[in-house]
């Protein structure tokens, strides 16, 4: 029987080394942008919900921030308002509040320099009967790492739960005493 010129060894390393290769192809194929999105009313006036929304400050109180090396900068609220973040197991990134309307609207981009990836949303709110609709949507890239082409599949969809978990969780802090500016 024949071998042919190649031996075991060779054929497994070779073809482990064809698999890899198109694995990272495809990665490098697929999409690395992402959209989420997410709604909830809150019974209570936009003016009870926007304070938590326009300030760094106000977010650390409704949503998950990292445990070290949180630094703030720029305007206290509004358009500059800034928080940074040098953690050991997060990386380094920063949150910017970009613009606000008071009452309606702000706009925030998240950059994490590990990778360039960033994301870019948005919550606006509009009165409905005695509550507030909050609208969060976000939007964002991943980079050109062929790996995270394939997170970015499933990313939409979690993304947009996450948001749905944080809405819920400002809607609770909306409604204890505690939640004043």
């Known amino acids: 029987m024949s071998?042919?010129?190649?031996?075991?060894g060779t054929v497994?390393?070779?073809?482990?080394g064809l698999l890899l290769t198109l694995f990272?192809?495809?990665?490098?194929?697929?999409?690395?942008?992402?959209?989420a999105e997410a709604t909830l009313v809150i019974p209570a006036p936009p003016a009870a919900v926007y304070p938590l929304l326009d300030s760094p400050e106000g977010w650390q109180r409704w949503t998950?921030?990292?445990?070290?090396?949180?630094?703030?900068?720029?305007?206290?609220?509004?358009g500059?308002?800034?928080?940074?973040?040098?953690?050991?197991?997060?990386?380094?990134?920063?949150?910017?509040?970009v613009s606000a309307t008071e009452n309606q609207r702000v706009d925030y981009a998240v950059r994490v320099d590990e990778g360039d990836m960033r994301t870019d949303g948005t919550l606006t709110l509009a009165p409905e009967g005695a509550?507030?609709?909050?609208?969060?949507?976000?939007?964002?890239?991943?980079?050109?790492?062929?790996?995270?082409?394939?997170?970015?599949?499933?990313?939409?969809?979690?993304?947009?739960?996450?948001?749905a978990k944080g809405l819920e969780r400002l809607r609770t802090l909306v409604g204890s005493p505690a939640a004043g500016p």
Request: charge should be negative; glycine fraction near 16%.
């Open 3 to 8: 071998r042919g010129p190649f031996s075991l």
């Open 12 to 16: 497994v390393l070779g073809g482990g």
């Open 24 to 35: 990272l192809l495809v990665g490098w194929l697929l999409p690395s942008s992402w959209e």
């Open 64 to 78: 998950p921030w990292p445990e070290s090396g949180v630094q703030r900068s720029g305007v206290t609220r509004g």
């Open 80 to 97: 500059g308002a800034t928080l940074s973040w040098d953690d050991p197991e997060l990386g380094a990134g920063s949150f910017t509040i």
């Open 131 to 163: 509550g507030t609709r909050v609208q969060w949507r976000e939007e964002g890239d991943l980079g050109w790492n062929p790996l995270m082409g394939y997170w970015a599949l499933s990313l939409s969809r979690a993304q947009s739960e996450e948001l």
